[in-house]
């Protein structure tokens, strides 16, 4: 992997741990008290709703690469490999900005 590549996936595994941050700042209260259809619903709940949607599919997408990476790194444990696939799917705003750089950006840039 490159370094512009490792940065851009260090960038991506940031991504996540921002969204989470903007989910609990929104103001939530309009979202479960109307229906996404309903007329009192606000203008910008729709685009709330697929960007929720999206975020989930590309957290599920990053998951499975990091997932991929970790299996297919000869350098970890079976032990510490067990302990981050749980982390990925339990801690993914902490893990994997954390694996990225203790065993991608640390890695020897290859050209």
Not at 1 to 27: D, E, N, R
């Given at each position: 992997?490159?370094?512009?590549?490792?940065?851009?996936?260090?960038?991506?595994?940031?991504?996540?741990?921002?969204?989470?941050?903007?989910?609990?700042?929104?103001?939530?209260?309009?979202?479960?008290?109307?229906g996404i259809t309903s007329p009192e619903a606000p203008d910008w709940m729709l685009i709330f709703v697929a960007f929720h949607f999206l975020m989930y599919l590309y957290i599920g997408l990053l998951i499975a690469f990091f997932m991929?990476?970790?299996?297919?790194?000869?350098?970890?444990?079976?032990?510490?490999?067990?302990?981050?696939a749980f982390s990925f799917v339990l801690l993914?705003?902490?893990?994997?900005?954390?694996?990225?750089?203790l065993y991608i950006y640390r890695d020897k840039i290859k050209d």
């Open positions: 992997m490159t370094g512009p590549q490792k940065i851009l996936l260090g960038v991506a595994s940031v991504v996540p741990a921002l969204y989470l941050i903007a989910l609990f700042t929104t103001p939530l209260k309009d979202t479960f008290t109307v991929i990476h970790l299996f297919g790194n000869p350098n970890i444990s079976k032990e510490s490999k067990a302990m981050w993914f705003p902490v893990s994997m900005p954390a694996y990225w750089y």
